[in-house]
Structures are given as structure tokens and as C-alpha cells.
């Protein structure tokens, strides 16, 4: 978005009416940030009342230009409605700005029911709820609201979205689940459908997710051939949108897409030549050489890869460090070298609980020091 969206001049009449901040949730210093506003999915969007230094609004994923627009006008209606009693959605858009989102379903759910189809702030309600039923795993009731709520949204990027967000949940379901395959199929459609509008202003993140979710669906039918036709096209889409970009930070923001478009298409080597290019371009940046790292390890060039990690480590600060460093411990994995493996393990595990709280990644935490305890075994 900072590359395609943040710098189109029609915001600039917003300038006004808000105060833009940008938070980096790495470093350090912004630790007391995230743990007044947690952040649990990236990029996530606030509209903060700076009254009471509570979050009226929250927006999970990217956004173009007339989406901001639709959130700027309701975060402004929040922010009046919060001096009133603000009713149903104003509580659970509060609830889920603060990432309580089990305890935004009801309030999100009531709200829809008072508010007409046809009101510009239903879709936005609609793909919140479902947002909040994935981030629950309640898939059954995410693919169920997709299921209903897609033909009242399709053409819409709001109807794109809720077809690829539902079908994400549907593919969750257990096999026997009821209504499956029915309400598969109508996603994937929806999904198919919302991809070759030429009318809904798809953004190449948009498109990327659309993608994934066709490739996911035609893996879980079984569909080997439909899959690689999926992915082929998904590589060719994002290939010829790089090759227009502007900047080369147009043309980096691309990256993980892409990368992750060659992992599904069976040629990982592909993403060698542009994260180089994206090094050279930004050499201040640790994602190029983090990614080239796992590049290199998936294609078993450990030498390669460990060269890699070493420029990333060089520049990798907050948790993303952990990230690195447990990439590099999956080198030495590779290399056979177990010594190296439980020495990356302890420095990974000795920097993840020197984080601030609201950085510190507990999970992951469990997660290394298991693998440890595996590594130790095996001696």
C-alpha cells in the first residue's frame, strides 16, 4: 500500500481530517504502541479517537483508494457516534480493533441485522464478521455468511473478498462437514468470477490472495492438473504486473507475492534473480537476503543460503530476527551439522524472550525451545 496506494493525491484531501502514522511493529521503541493497539495481522488499518486513545475503527488487509475513502467516512462516524451510545457496531468494531474478535461475533452479527444491504456500511460489517469468524476458526459459520453474502456483493471488491475469505474457511472443513462441496463450489466460482471482472479494481495483493485460494481449492480436489494451470497463471499475472511497476519499490512490494506464486508453481529458482534485484535496489532492507535464505535452503544451496542469512542477520531487528534465525537453524539442519542447529536454537530462543512483552512471540517461543528439547535428544 505505500508503494500503489499511500501515494495517490487523492488523499491528499484528507490530510485534514486525520493524522497518518505509520508503525514499523519491529523495532523496539514501538513496543508500548502495540501493546496499548495489538497487532495480529499485518497490514491492519486503525482509525484512533485521540480523545480517549481508543480504536473506533479497524481494517485487516490492503485497501485501495475508494476502500480508504468508505473507511475514512466511517471512521468519522464513528468518531461522532462514540459521543453518543454508539449502539451494536460501535461496540463491536471497538471489540475488534482491540483483536477481541470471539467477542465481536455478536455484536457484528446484530448490527448486520439492523443495517439495510443497500447501506455502504453492510459489506464492510459483513467482511469484518467473517474476518472474526476465521480468526476464531469458525469456519463453518465463515464459509456459511460467504455463502449467503457473496451474490449480494458480487462485482464488488467487497464481494471478491468474502468469496476468497470464505472459501479459505470452507477448505478448513472437515471433509464430511455438511453442504461442503456446495458451498466450495459456489466460492470458487465467486472467487473464479470476482479474478476475470475486468470492472472490480483488483490490487495485485488482491489478486495474489484470489490466487491462493483458487490454487488451495483445486489441491484439495485432488485436481494436480488444475492446480499447475491455477499457479502458471497466478506466476504470469504477478510476472506482468512487476514488469509495468513504476519504482523499484513498486516492484519489490511484489516480492513475497510472487514468491510465494513460484513455490506454488514449482519454480522456487525463479525468485532468485528478483530478490537479487531487490537487494541491490534496497540494500538497507533485510527481507531481500531473508527471503533469498529460505530460497536457497528450499533448493538445498546451504553454502548459498547461509551467506544469505548472514547479510540478513546483519540488518534483521525485532521479531522478525527470530524468523531468520530459525531459517538459519533449518540450514544447519540440512547441512547435517546438529551442533550448529542447537547453538541457532539457543541464540533464536535467548532473543525472543529478551523482546518487550508485547513483542515477545510466546508461541513461537513453546515452539523452539520443543524443537530444542528435540535436537538435545537426538545428541
Known sequence: MRAFVFTDQALTKHAGQFVWLSIDTEKTQNAEFIHKYPIRAWPSLYVIDPRKEEILLRWVGAADVPRLEKLFAEGRRSYGAAESSGGDLAKADKLYGEGKYAESVPAYRTALKGIPEKDPRWARVAESLLFAYSATRADAECASLAFDAYPKLRGTLWGADIAAGGLDCALRLPATAKDRAAVVARLESGSRESLTDPKIPLAADDRAA???????????????????????????????????????????????????????????????????????????????????????????????????????????????????????ADIYKGKGDAAMERKTLEDAIAFAKSLPDAQKPDETIAQLEKRLSGVNAGR
Not at 528478483?274 to 528450499?298: H, T
Open 210 to 328: 484470489i490466487y491462493s485460494s483458487l490454487f488451495d481449492a483445486r489441491e484439495d480436489a485432488k485436481d494436480a492438473a488444475g492446480a499447475a494451470s491455477v499457479a502458471k497463471e497466478w506466476v504470469a499475472d504477478l510476472d506482468a504486473r512487476a514488469a509495468k511497476a513504476k519504482t523499484p519499490e513498486q516492484r519489490t512490494a511484489m516480492d513475497p507475492n510472487r514468491l510465494g506464486a513460484y513455490q506454488a508453481a514449482g519454480q522456487i529458482e525463479k525468485a532468485i534473480p528478483m530478490l537479487q534485484q531487490s537487494e541491490r535496489d534496497f540494500p538497507k532492507d533485510y527481507n531481500p537476503p531473508a527471503r533469498l535464505s529460505s530460497v536457497y535452503l528450499k533448493l538445498g544451496r546451504y553454502d548459498e543460503a547461509l551467506a544469505a542469512s548472514d547479510r540478513a542477520l546483519a540488518l534483521v531487528y525485532g521479531p522478525r530476527r527470530v524468523r531468520v534465525l530459525l531459517t538459519r
